[in-house]
């Protein structure tokens, strides 16, 4: 009993040892989710609270039992045009038991241990499938602008676009005129201060000024605009089931398969938000497994209370890094300070134009379609990653998200077909007195990356490693990646590892100084 009491004390101190860091962290991030949540459940086709509660989820829950510590977790660009299709199709009230569902996947992944399986997801078809999510928020969120609802799908949105353009009448300012100016003025100072912000205000999120400009514009000029609906108290939005028959949906295969889709995006989107936010600092290194079942915990406390779903979020991620957050306090007085808000100050919410938060989403999904990661990917690994790519953000925008990812990773597996009869990897490890030598045998591909990472990760600190390639036969551009990553993060850190083996495996690696 008192060792239990002394290990409680032990966390408790270590969780309050950075207090004044964490809670100026907090601050911030608090501030860069706070457009974000509900800008992305407008982007969702769902009620703009439903996204903060999602985000206060993410920070007091999930915060609290994460494996990655200063990842920040809530709703997720990424999923938008997933859940809106459902919403479309399925309704609201689907929603909460599909995602029940989803959470229980991620639980049970996590316990398995299948968090590194996510790592070995081909970078090609991950990022193909964020540049196309990204470019259908912009599709989708340009009529936003207009305060016009999207449609149903991409290529309706963009076959939409000239109309509204056209249909635009500046010599009577109009509610659709008024509100494009507003969506305007938030994209313009979001761009503006990205570029021009002085160092000493780096910190304060540009999505924050452009929604109070545009705010302020709309309330001291009592526009006739699209303005959010806010619930008359937080309590509202936590819809919780009324019935045993609210778990009746699941009856339906197709519910299923959304289920399982939501909960493959959700863990791949989280766990590589994670690596990266490793890659920021040199504090405690992420736990997969212990993160990807906090994120199943998360998402089935939102579908029991009918918000949206979430991932780990690499903009407020890198938002709590860059803030100076040194635990995990940080994320979660952020989930407290987006509840205490809108608790408190629902009135204040209710003045936000619609076009604002479209304004917002249409910066991030903008930011998403990244062509620097095809670039990356046809000069470092060939013409078939960049052709992933390129397939998986086409199939994204024109049928829809599962259809891309599905086909994306079978066009990865065509990278096994010269060697599969060395697929089987090997990784020997030989401890000498003056560095460790990792020595790897056959393909590095995908395949074996769950026991290369393992491996990579039991590295100690400070101890020199030699990374023995000389019997690897051929390297994916997944694997590449990886190893590109650790020797990068290792390097900052000061070790003098080196790397040996066959020149042409060897290419994609940054070995220079």
């Known amino acids: 009993m008192s060792a239990a009491l002394a290990a409680m004390g032990e966390a408790r101190s270590g969780l309050f040892a950075h207090f004044g860091r964490d809670f100026t962290a907090s601050i911030v991030v608090f501030l860069v989710a706070m457009p974000l949540c509900m800008g992305i459940a407008i982007a969702s086709g769902v009620p703009p609270e439903k996204g903060l509660v999602t985000g206060i989820i993410g920070g007091i829950v999930v915060g609290l039992i994460a494996g990655s510590p200063l990842q920040v977790s809530g709703p997720a660009a990424g999923l938008a045009v997933i859940i809106f299709e459902f919403v479309r199709e399925h309704g609201l009230e689907a929603l909460g038991p599909v995602l029940l569902l989803a959470g229980m996947l991620q639980v049970v992944a996590g316990a398995l241990k299948l968090g590194g399986l996510f790592r070995a997801i081909s970078p090609a078809v991950v990022h193909g499938m964020l540049a196309g999510i990204g470019a259908l928020i912009v599709i989708g969120q340009f009529h936003i602008l207009f305060d016009e609802k999207p449609l149903s799908s991409g290529l309706e949105n963009m076959a939409m676009m000239p109309a509204r353009v056209l249909g635009l009448d500046f010599s009577d300012a109009a509610a659709t005129e008024l509100a494009l100016a507003l969506g305007l003025l938030t994209i313009g100072v979001m761009i503006g201060w990205e570029k021009l912000r002085p160092k000493s205000m780096s910190l304060v999120p540009g999505a924050l000024l452009g929604v109070m400009a545009a705010t302020l514009i709309a309330w001291g000029m009592s526009l006739d605009v699209a303005r959010i609906q806010v619930p008359e108290s937080i309590g509202s939005a936590f819809a919780l089931p009324t019935s045993a028959s609210w778990i009746a949906p699941l009856a339906n295969p197709s519910l299923i398969v959304a289920a399982l889709a939501i909960a493959f995006i959700a863990s791949a989107e989280t766990l590589l938000s994670a690596a990266a936010v490793d890659r920021m600092h040199d504090g405690v290194r992420t736990k997969y497994d212990k993160e990807l079942s906090a994120q199943g915990i998360g998402n089935l406390l939102c579908g029991l209370v009918g918000a949206l779903p979430m991932t780990g979020v690499i903009v407020r991620s890198s938002a709590n890094v860059q803030a100076g957050a040194k ?5 979660m007085l952020h989930g407290i300070w987006i509840l205490g808000f809108v608790a408190l100050l629902p009135w204040l919410l209710a003045e936000v134009p619609m076009a604002a938060l479209g304004g917002v989403l249409v910066v991030t999904g903008w930011k998403l379609v990244s062509l620097k990661h095809v670039r990356h990917l046809f000069k470092a690994h060939g013409f078939l990653p960049a052709a992933v790519w390129a397939v998986t953000f086409i199939l994204v925008v024109t049928t829809d998200l599962l259809t891309g990812v599905l086909v994306g990773l079978a066009l990865t597996a065509l990278e096994l077909l010269p060697h599969l009869k060395e697929l089987r990897l090997k990784v020997h490890q030989h401890d000498d007195d003056e560095e460790t030598r990792l020595e790897i045998h056959g393909a590095a ?16 600190t400070g101890r020199p490693v030699h990374l023995d390639l000389g019997k690897v036969k051929a390297m994916d551009h997944t694997t590449a990646e990886t190893l590109s990553e650790w020797i990068q993060r ?21 070995l220079g100084n």
Do not use: C
């Not at 635990?327 to 994320?331: D, G, K, Q, V």
């Open 327 to 331: 635990t995990r306090l940080s994320a």
């Open 445 to 460: 591909t995908f395949v074996g990356l769950t026991k290369l990472n393992a491996a990579l990760e039991r590295q100690p």
């Open 490 to 510: 290792r390097r900052q850190s000061g070790h003098k590892d080196r790397v040996t083996g066959d020149p042409s495996v060897l290419r994609p690696l940054p």
